[in-house]
């Protein structure tokens, strides 16, 4: 694989969001992507597409305080030190970087945690039900053969940094 590749594999996994985590309700936790379906081992079949809305809502969360937030810190860093730079005062590259390093572990860090852990609390909890291989969804509990009424499954958010 080409450097070039792995790099833009990287960045989609950067940018592609938080995988859902479907909890079945035999038991069995499955990890999935957005868009993607997975069968779990008792044979019911997960299509994560039902939930596009809400996972739109998740990805602009994790984004705002995963992506953004620390690309304008450094951004806001790098003009600063380029800044120094082109005074002349290297010493002063450095103190500026303890400092910055020191306020983002004591301080920054730990408010946009929180922040995001609030933000993710107020999202909406998911729903998904079983489907058909075709997309459609089962009556049912979701196994083959079953004919008992479809319950509601919640997809638990474990998106823990």
């Known amino acids: 694989m080409s450097a070039?590749?792995?790099?833009v594999a990287v960045i989609g996994k950067r940018f592609a969001?938080?995988?859902?985590?479907?909890?079945?309700?035999?038991?069995?936790?499955?990890?999935?992507?957005?868009?993607?379906?997975?069968?779990?081992?008792?044979?019911?079949?997960?299509?994560?597409?039902?939930?596009?809305?809400?996972?739109?809502?998740?990805?602009?969360?994790?984004?705002?305080?995963?992506?953004?937030?620390?690309?304008?810190?450094?951004?806001?860093?790098?003009?600063?030190?380029?800044?120094?730079?082109?005074?002349?005062?290297?010493?002063?590259?450095?103190?500026?970087?303890?400092?910055v390093l020191l306020v983002r572990s004591t301080v920054v860090r730990p408010v946009l945690g929180r922040r995001y852990a609030a933000a993710l609390a107020?999202?909406?909890?998911?729903?998904?039900?079983p489907t058909t291989p075709s997309g459609q969804t089962v009556p049912g509990d979701g196994r083959p053969g079953s004919q008992e009424p479809a319950q509601d499954t919640p997809v638990p958010q474990d998106l823990r940094p």
């Open 4 to 7: 070039a590749r792995k790099l």
């Open 17 to 99: 969001g938080p995988p859902i985590t479907v909890g079945c309700p035999c038991g069995a936790r499955l990890e999935v992507a957005h868009g993607d379906s997975c069968t779990c081992s008792c044979g019911r079949r997960w299509d994560t597409t039902q939930i596009e809305d809400e996972y739109q809502q998740l990805l602009r969360v994790h984004r705002r305080y995963r992506t953004y937030l620390p690309t304008a810190l450094s951004l806001v860093t790098c003009a600063l030190i380029l800044a120094l730079f082109f005074t002349g005062n290297v010493i002063g590259i450095f103190a500026l970087l303890a400092v």
């Open 122 to 129: 107020q999202l909406p909890q998911w729903t998904l039900r």
